[in-house]
């Protein structure tokens, strides 16, 4: 099986926890809340075991990766819970008139345009890509399906499982490549079956543990942005402020790399969520203030609106003199980590 470590591209944003209407992400429950549920360690000589034992070998590897994750989640979804065509449309939405409106063609600037880095500009505003959840008794699953620039099918595929109680998570991303079918495979491969690890091979890069998706989801595991307004599960937000770590294949989980505000002067927006020093130093934060990149294909008209210039908070209406405060508190610290008046602590992981 050749390697597949191409293009790291993955689902993502800020968190808040206002449920707004008329969002539908197909939620599937398969036993409640997400509740704890103690794994029995991986047994001495099992086909995990000798999987995990077998590090230059990718396709033990990726066996491996399934066992670490399936031990840590609590389980893997199937196939049939997460095909694209169970997650919700992210709808693409353009200013006309002063209204703001929903459209299905393909423009070169919207309202709400696509802002993973890796995403090209005439493929932003596309319509048709979908994000979807599943909920287990011990984790929750969510996954991005990105529409090609020409509709005719998704380029981009991506899947975050996330225990709430322990912080663990895991990460799956695409490799480049044309899917009609919208069919994200199998991600329980522990059995070594050749025919999944060969469909998973050709979709989603191997044994591929995330260090590149926590560049961007630098605080959480889920990230928010107005892309996914429409279809975003602001009613499941039990992962904000909770442990965070990433799962790996030679030992335990790893913390995240990242550091967060705990300045009291940023308290206006870190009481809704961490502001890490990742990408939301980098982008996050200014675009949600107001300070639109001209490189990304946002409409002109959101540059000469306050309100819709700003994506945070929610609802806009409430922003005022503290949330300017609080913005101007984390730029310094965002430009100058070790200014007096920041204080920074470790992304939890326990």
């Known amino acids: 099986m050749r390697a597949r470590f191409a293009n790291q591209r993955m689902l993502a944003v800020v968190h808040v926890s206002r449920v707004v209407s008329g969002a539908s992400v197909a939620l599937l429950v398969y036993a409640g809340a997400c509740a704890p549920a103690p794994r029995a360690p991986l047994a001495s000589g099992t086909r995990c075991e000798r999987a995990c034992a077998a590090t230059n070998d990718e396709g033990e590897r990726a066996i491996c990766h399934a066992c670490r994750c399936k031990e840590?989640?609590?389980?893997?979804?199937?196939?049939?819970?997460?095909?694209?065509?169970?997650?919700?449309?992210?709808?693409?939405?353009?200013?006309?008139?002063?209204?703001?409106?929903?459209?299905?063609?393909?423009?070169?600037?919207?309202?709400?345009?696509?802002?993973?880095?890796?995403?090209?500009?005439?493929?932003?505003?596309?319509?048709?890509?979908?994000?979807?959840?599943?909920?287990?008794?011990?984790?929750?699953?969510?996954?991005?399906?990105?529409?090609?620039?020409?509709?005719?099918?998704?380029?981009?595929?991506?899947?975050?499982?996330?225990?709430?109680?322990?912080?663990?998570?895991?990460?799956?991303?695409?490799?480049?490549?044309?899917?009609?079918?919208?069919?994200?495979?199998?991600?329980?491969?522990?059995?070594?079956?050749?025919?999944?690890?060969?469909?998973?091979?050709?979709?989603?890069?191997?044994?591929?543990?995330?260090?590149?998706?926590?560049?961007?989801?630098?605080?959480?595991?889920?990230?928010?942005?107005?892309?996914?307004?429409?279809?975003?599960?602001?009613?499941?937000?039990?992962?904000?402020?909770?442990?965070?770590?990433?799962?790996?294949?030679?030992?335990?989980?790893?913390?995240?790399?990242h550091r967060h505000l705990v300045s009291g002067e940023a308290s206006a927006c870190t009481t809704c969520h961490r502001i890490a020093d990742g990408r939301t130093c980098d982008t996050y934060v200014p675009s949600s203030a107001g300070a639109i990149d001209e490189s990304l294909p946002y409409q002109p008209e959101l540059r000469r609106s306050h309100a819709l210039a700003r994506w945070m908070p929610h609802p806009p209406a409430t922003w005022g003199p503290a949330q300017d405060a609080a913005v101007a508190h984390i730029q310094t610290c965002c430009a100058s980590p070790d200014a007096p008046s920041c204080r920074w602590a470790p992304i939890p992981s326990e």
């Open 72 to 257: 840590a989640l609590g389980g893997l979804p199937p196939p049939d819970a997460i095909t694209c065509a169970q997650g919700a449309e992210i709808p693409i939405y353009r200013l006309e008139d002063g209204r703001v409106v929903e459209t299905k063609e393909n423009g070169v600037t919207c309202k709400n345009p696509a802002l993973i880095e890796l995403m090209p500009a005439e493929q932003a505003c596309t319509p048709g890509s979908r994000l979807g959840q599943v909920v287990t008794e011990t984790a929750i699953f969510r996954y991005i399906c990105r529409r090609a620039a020409d509709g005719a099918a998704y380029d981009d595929l991506g899947v975050i499982g996330h225990n709430p109680k322990t912080g663990a998570t895991c990460f799956w991303t695409a490799i480049d490549e044309q899917r009609t079918d919208g069919v994200i495979p199998a991600l329980d491969v522990t059995d070594g079956d050749e025919t999944k690890l060969d469909a998973l091979g050709r979709s989603l890069q191997l044994a591929y543990e995330g260090d590149r998706c926590v560049a961007c989801h630098d605080g959480d595991p889920f990230l928010y942005t107005p892309h996914l307004e429409g279809a975003w599960r602001w009613d499941t937000d039990v992962y904000r402020f909770g442990p965070y770590k990433q799962v790996r294949i030679a030992g335990p989980p790893t913390p995240i790399p």
